[in-house]
């Protein structure tokens, strides 16, 4: 529910609430983005200098040149009865120190990532509310929130971040809350874990050791922060943006320390961050590769498709095997749009130099990660006349189905 800086009726922006967020544990122009990212479409029905003249879609982040940092808190309101916030100093005021430092970890988890302007300082200080139900999506404060009861919490969601972006430059959150200066702009992100759930607890670092049934608050929160970043769900197994959470008294890669704040992530949590929040002075991550997934029998194809869409393309390092990062492929978008469903890839911001080498291979989104994990990445990236009356023609499309049904063999490309 965004509004324009003006005197215009209140109109609604766009909101993705990522629903399917953290699951319980189970064993040149524009090109498809990733690793993957959410995108939007902007509202082609206003003026340009409101829309950005392009209905490409683009991929939404946080505006990390907002005057005094962007805006976060959590709220400290945690619930007794049952407590699933649990925490090895049991003190009040102990107890608020430990969870705030336990966040202060996470965020630092992907503010530690060279090659991105994601620093620290485009932060404000980490605040705190006592409002139990503080997660709201027009107040333009991202929030976290342990005791607030959500329709979001579908079976086997631990937990989850709503996000609301921008299809319009000039809209808000709310009423007083920062404009938006570009396409895509996340607005407000919170982050919701399961309340009042006896069966389902979160513990500190401090106290997962004594208390293995619990899952690592640390992991949790670091996930839902990609989120509230721009990044959706990513198909590599080992990655912090995979959709499913360590399994109760384990916690994901290595914790974060001083000298390695992003021990935590894999590769593609980097890569996709990298896209996102690029450093100009990176000389190293300079690298991407393009192509296309078409089919053998171009017959197969859904109508107004000329390429596989969909598909998961990875970028392997040659001489280790390690996944260096992988994306949602399909399309591709020359201004002033709409997508065209191409079967296009990139795969941007790879290590270039000895001895880096990669091969690439793609993949259907048939498990771990399914269609369903990325509508930001598949679906979102069209809009006409019957999702937005009085669309304009020119800039129209339907996204296809996600081809799932699919093997695949690796050639050179001309």
Known sequence: ????????????????????????????????GAYSLNYQVADMREASSISGGTACPQP?????????????????????????????NQTPTGQLAEISATISAAYGVWTGVSGTALAPAVFAPLGTTSTENACSPTDGVNTICFNQADPGFTTGVLSFTRVTTTDAIGEQAGPGTPTATFIGQILDADILLLPGNSSVTFATPAALAANPSAYDLESVLAHEIGHTLGLSHSGVWRAMMSPFGPAPGTFLGTR???????APLADDDRAGLRVLYPDAADATHVGAISGRVLPANPLVLPSGTTGVFGAQVVAVDSASGAVEAATIGGWSCADAGPAQFDGSYTIDKLAVGAPENYEIYAEPLDGPLEPSDVPGATTALCRNALTDPG?????????????TGFSTTMGSGP
């Open 1 to 32: 529910m965004a509004t324009r800086a003006s005197a215009r009726p209140r109109r609604t922006a766009k909101t993705a609430l990522l629903t399917a967020a953290l699951l319980v544990w189970q064993a040149a122009a524009p090109t498809a």
């Open 60 to 88: 939404t982040r946080e505006n990390i040149s907002q005057p005094g940092g962007i805006p976060n808190q959590w709220s400290t309101s945690l619930g007794a009865n049952p407590a699933t916030i649990l925490t090895a």
């Open 256 to 262: 974060p320390t001083p000298a390695e704040p992003d």
């Open 391 to 403: 669309w304009p023609a020119q800039f129209a499309c339907t996204s296809p189905p996600v081809a």
